[in-house]
């Protein structure tokens, strides 16, 4: 399992390369933390989570840090429908604030993931 150091470790990395891209499309004029590339940075997030996570079990803040997504009932790859659920309530923050004796944040536990270390 994997402590709190490298999962905000792996967020914070991943939403800064989502706020880049997204003042890419909306262009560099505009403050970064109001407007269209707040909205954007969301949207960029929240797409390249559940696909990354769906494709190779990582983003690629985890990829980084050196941590993946696993499922917790064998070793399959952690599929769309657990990508998607997974990120949606990333996306509340507030399930990933609250974690049980394991480690786990609530967002995981409900969707029966864990962060396990890659390397």
């Given amino acids: 399992m994997v402590g709190p150091g490298r999962r905000l470790s792996a967020l914070l990395i991943d939403w800064l390369l989502a706020m880049g891209v997204s003042s890419l499309v909306v262009g560099q004029s505009e403050n970064p933390f109001e407007g269209q ?28 840090v050196g941590t993946r997504v696993a499922r ?7 599929g769309f429908r657990r990508a998607l659920g997974r990120q949606s309530l990333l996306a509340f ?12 944040g609530m967002h995981d536990r409900a969707t029966g993931t864990a962060i396990l270390r890659a390397r």
């Fill in 37 to 64: 590339v707040g909205t954007f940075t969301l949207v960029i997030w929240y797409l390249v989570g559940v696909a990354c996570v769906w494709a190779f079990s990582f983003t690629p803040g985890q990829f980084i």
């Fill in 72 to 78: 917790i009932d064998g070793p399959h790859r952690v």
């Fill in 93 to 104: 923050v507030v399930p990933a604030t609250i974690s049980d004796q394991d480690g786990r």
